[in-house]
């Protein structure tokens, strides 16, 4: 959750502090095995917002190591009690020749490496704070991925089965790419690609048909309004996943969906608002719901488009040092704003939903969300794993600690099961904020 050039940058002087370490102590290991494991201790028990307890890390490792040898076919794994120092080498040296132990006698059919990311996996879960994990190679791409969107070569639209008839409906239609390029629309209605029916389908099925080589073209049937029209020739291009769908609304509210808060949601959010404004929006609806959160950073420059000015979150750290992080004089004309949320509503969305409701500068609607107050670091590791850590928890700027309480919505409004987010007329909370803002407008007379 820090911003991304802050994390390599500490994981970079621990991997240099590591290297003051003995290398001798674990032949059983590679050099990179070493330097993870100590680059993991020391991250763990510099990082980690609560103190760390040196035996409780050794402890956390062992017994990982036991019961992952013992799902694996070894009824009783020889991994013997380590005793905690004061001195955090000899724990480091003792935590490596454990490992190394365990390598020698058993890493033949297990692998050193996945010994290794055992320990971690322990040394990180002993502290019993869920958010504090180690990420394979495999989960650190995704999870960059899912934050900072991947590139694939399509039609660029967002698309949900439609229930009435099962086949397929477009959600959005990303700006500037084929399918907007080729006349698709949202609420558009897909009955067949490259004449499949698409009828009983699910999205993935859909989505591969939509997907191909980049430069080949696919034949889009559609029906709007109930109207079927001539098959649309669209090219696939690459398109990059973008974080956020926006449109405006009857009225002139202007619609803005964030599903997650990456590298370049603000940019992303910054041209939506710009089109939005030069469309006449005359209010604002910033859809949050399902957003489990993202970077710092993203959610300070995502707040400071509706706040003007005065702070936007405190991030306090292990031993009380808090820093107060304020609006970036960014913001847009204000208007009348909603913000939806609801349970799934998570971290950096909670951070810019409780900046706006702690400002005064907008309204929440839906249910109350999810309820993390805590900050993570992510620090990649020398073979493309990485540490995730709990490293600070945040205040609103009301001084309000949302972790594992939420915020509570101003105008609270149920979500239905079969809410089609986005649609006026099939979501419930959207309705409600519309009709917040439109008495809003009234009262301003616009």
Do not use: C, W
């Not at 992080?325 to 939806?340: K, N, Q, S």
């Not at 971290?347 to 900046?355: D, F, K, V």
């Amino acid at each position: 959750m820090k911003k991304r050039i802050l994390t390599a940058l500490a994981a970079t002087l621990f991997l240099s502090a590591a290297t003051n370490f003995p290398t001798s102590a674990a032949p059983g290991l590679s050099s990179i095995e070493r330097d993870e494991l100590q680059m993991s201790y020391a991250l763990v028990t510099a990082e980690f917002y609560k103190k760390v307890d040196p035996q409780t890390l050794l402890d956390g490792a062992r017994l990982e190591l036991i019961a992952y040898l013992q799902k694996n076919g070894v009824p009783k794994p020889n991994v013997p009690t380590l005793k905690a120092t004061e001195d955090t080498t000899l724990n480091v040296r003792a935590l490596e020749r454990e490992v190394s132990n365990v390598v020698t006698l058993y890493g033949t059919k297990l692998g050193a490496r996945e010994l290794t990311y055992q320990a971690i996996a322990g040394m990180l879960s002993s502290v019993k704070d869920k958010y504090t994990t180690f990420l394979t190679p495999k989960e650190f791409a995704q999870l960059n991925e899912g934050l900072d969107g991947g590139n694939f070569s399509g039609v660029g639209v967002s698309i949900a089965i439609d229930d009435p008839t099962k086949m397929l409906r477009v959600n959005d239609v990303i700006t500037g790419g084929p399918a907007e390029k080729a006349g698709l629309q949202p609420g558009d209605l897909i009955t067949a690609i490259d004449g499949k029916s698409t009828k009983g389908l699910t999205t993935d099925d859909d989505a591969k048909l939509l997907r191909g080589k980049e430069g080949t073209v696919v034949r889009i049937t559609v029906e709007r309004s109930g109207a079927a029209l001539a098959p649309i020739a669209v090219t696939r291009a690459v398109i990059h996943q973008p974080s956020v769908y926006a449109k405006m609304l009857d009225g002139g509210i202007g619609y803005a969906r964030l599903t997650v808060f990456g590298s370049t949601t603000a940019a992303e959010l910054s041209q939506a608002l710009d089109r939005l404004e030069a469309q006449h929006a005359k209010a604002y609806v910033l859809d949050l719901r399902d957003n489990g959160g993202g970077y710092l950073n993203a959610a300070i420059e995502v707040s400071s488009k509706f706040i003007p000015s005065g702070p936007i979150v405190s991030v306090e750290s292990r031993g009380g040092s808090n820093t107060q992080y304020d609006a970036e004089d960014t913001a847009i004309p204000p208007r009348p704003l909603a913000v939806l949320v609801n349970g799934f509503t998570a971290s950096a969305s909670e951070i810019t939903s409780g900046a706006i409701q702690d400002n005064g500068v907008g309204e929440l609607v839906g249910e109350k969300t999810y309820g993390k107050g805590v900050v993570q670091s992510i620090h990649p590791l020398p073979d493309g794993s990485a540490v995730k850590i709990t490293s600070a928890r945040y205040l609103t700027p009301r001084g309000r600690d949302i972790n594992q309480v939420g915020i509570t919505p101003d105008i609270i409004t149920a979500e239905p099961k079969n809410a089609r987010f986005g649609e006026p007329a099939n979501d419930p909370q959207l309705q409600s904020a519309i009709t917040y803002l439109q008495g809003r407008l009234a009262k301003l007379g616009t």
